[in-house]
């Protein structure tokens, strides 16, 4: 895949534990090729107690950047030297860039700008409009930060843990007022109507176990005519993505948000918004054929 390794060759990173079946390699290094860049972007995968030293070691090799999955997000925000202004805001780093004129390392997080250019390329517009965001984790931090910056009419926020609600609709001090924290999904029924995008933030209708059964709503509520965001891209159609295409509602796929946040960080790094049409095919594809290789390997 990478055309040419010499001295110059510029290097990435994805860190974090697991990275094993990371996507990010394969985007990136498709990036990579497609706009003839002399880089390489790796994965590393380590323990926790050896992060910092990792950290120092990519700024000390003079690595271009990294891009830091879980569990680490939150540990690197504060090993970087700068912040931007979302990553400050969610207190969680997934893209780093090092300077190496200066050694210093910035920090920025691109789930949020992934989350709202995924919204645009399905021509969501967010004036006026009700959402629903279920999850309280990082994911769902980004993405009501994003949807706290546009707009909009009100934010509906459930968790299966109520009290983290509270949390971060404490956390967006003032911003904090516009979210309805919601203390069973059951209290919506009859207010869904107005419920113009629902955003599943949580890893219910994942391809493993019990989750691949799950719906983040309920059965019963009309999807037609709404936004669906969905976080989970393994499998590509989650049973939440299912239920909206039946019921003509707009889907979003994990995969949109698993790609555009990628093409920003790129971004960062090379100064190239990347086109991302053919990348997300190649990986809904990938993980098509990898379901239905284990779907006839447990016949
Ligand atoms: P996280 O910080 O660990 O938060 C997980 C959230 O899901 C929490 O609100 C948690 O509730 C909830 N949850 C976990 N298991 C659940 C279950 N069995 N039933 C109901 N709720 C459950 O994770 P995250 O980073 O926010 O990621 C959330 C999901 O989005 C994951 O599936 C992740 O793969 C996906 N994601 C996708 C992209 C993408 O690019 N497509 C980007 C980021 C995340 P509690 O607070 O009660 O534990």
């Known amino acids: 895949m990478v055309k040419m390794i010499d001295p110059n060759t510029e290097v990435l990173a994805l860190i974090g534990n697991p990275v094993k079946h990371s996507?990010?390699?394969?985007?990136?290094?498709?990036?990579?090729?497609?706009?003839?860049?002399?880089?390489?972007?790796?994965?590393?995968?380590?323990?926790?107690?050896?992060?910092?030293?990792?950290?120092?070691?990519?700024?000390?090799?003079?690595?271009?950047?990294?891009?830091?999955t879980m569990p680490y997000k939150e540990d690197i925000f504060r090993l970087v030297d700068e912040l931007e202004r979302t990553a400050a805001a969610v207190r969680s780093v997934n893209t780093v860039k090092?300077?190496?004129?200066?050694?210093?390392?910035?920090?920025?997080?691109?789930?949020?700008?992934?989350?709202?250019?995924?919204?645009?390329?399905?021509?969501?517009?967010?004036?006026?409009?009700?959402?629903?965001?279920i999850g309280a984790g990082g994911a769902a931090k980004s993405c009501i930060y994003g949807l706290l910056k546009k707009n909009l009419k009100k934010i509906y926020v459930f968790n299966r843990t109520y009290e983290k609600v509270l949390l971060m609709k404490e956390s967006f001090k003032d911003d904090g007022s516009r979210i309805t924290a919601v203390m069973e999904l059951e209290d919506l029924n009859g207010l869904e109507p107005e419920i113009d995008l629902i955003v599943n933030c949580t890893p219910q209708g994942m391809d493993i176990d019990d989750l691949k059964?799950?719906?983040?709503?309920?059965?019963?509520?009309?999807?037609?005519?709404?936004?669906?965001?969905?976080?989970?891209?393994?499998?590509?159609?989650?049973?939440?993505?299912?239920?909206?295409?039946?019921?003509?509602?707009?889907?979003i796929h994990g995969i949109d948000m698993l790609v555009n946040q990628a093409a920003f960080s790129f971004k960062l790094w090379f100064d190239i918004m990347p086109d991302t049409e053919e990348i997300k095919e190649i990986i809904s594809e990938d993980i098509r054929k990898k379901q239905n290789s284990n779907f006839k390997a447990k016949k």
């Open 23 to 68: 996507f990010s390699p394969r985007i990136q290094n498709y990036f990579i090729n497609k706009y003839d860049k002399n880089a390489v972007y790796l994965a590393f995968e380590f323990e926790k107690k050896e992060l910092e030293e990792a950290f120092k070691g990519a700024k000390k090799l003079k690595f271009m950047g990294l891009n830091v």
């Open 98 to 133: 090092f300077d190496k004129n200066n050694s210093k390392a910035s920090g920025f997080n691109t789930d949020l700008e992934g989350f709202l250019k995924s919204l645009e390329e399905k021509d969501f517009s967010f004036e006026d409009k009700t959402c629903l965001v």
């Open 213 to 251: 059964k799950r719906m983040p709503i309920p059965e019963k509520w009309d999807l037609g005519g709404k936004y669906i965001f969905e976080m989970v891209y393994k499998p590509v159609e989650t049973k939440l993505v299912k239920k909206a295409i039946r019921e003509g509602a707009v889907a």
